[in-house]
């Protein structure tokens, strides 16, 4: 583990149950996901704890908060944000997709105007034209969102 984050667990078992659990997880999470999958190592555990760890977490800049449109906050690792990701505003849903092919054009739209960019990443709100037209969004319940 980074000695940054050594610093920041400390002693604390219940903390660094939560920074393990959170740093196994793959692609975004909600507060409620990484509560269950710490109450796995850490039965007693408290939401207020995983809130409190989370956001010390994204103070540091080792997770990122993503809040969606319908309120819901979901996080994602810094270093994973080698992907960009689509969100449905309708039903929250988020597809994580590579930004390979996002990141050449947007790196040869920033070499026209005489910017070099460091990193590609982020997001892209979009709205499900099946939902406007038949009343159900075509993409909910298809979350990639790990359970």
Known sequence: MLPELERFIGKRPVRRAVVEAALAATGVFSAEELHALTRRRQP????ATIYRTLRLLCDQKIFREILLNNGARVFQRA??????LWICEDCSTIHPF??????VTLRKLGEK??????????EIRFRCERMRLHGACRFAGESEMPA
């Not at 007693?44 to 939401?47: A, D, E, H, L, P």
Request: hydrophobic share 35%; glycine share 12%; no cysteine.
């Open 113 to 122: 105007i005489g910017i070099r960019a460091a990193e590609v990443a982020g």
């Open 44 to 47: 007693t555990i408290g939401r």
């Open 98 to 103: 590579p930004t390979d092919e996002i990141s």
């Open 79 to 84: 270093d994973e944000s080698k992907t960009v």
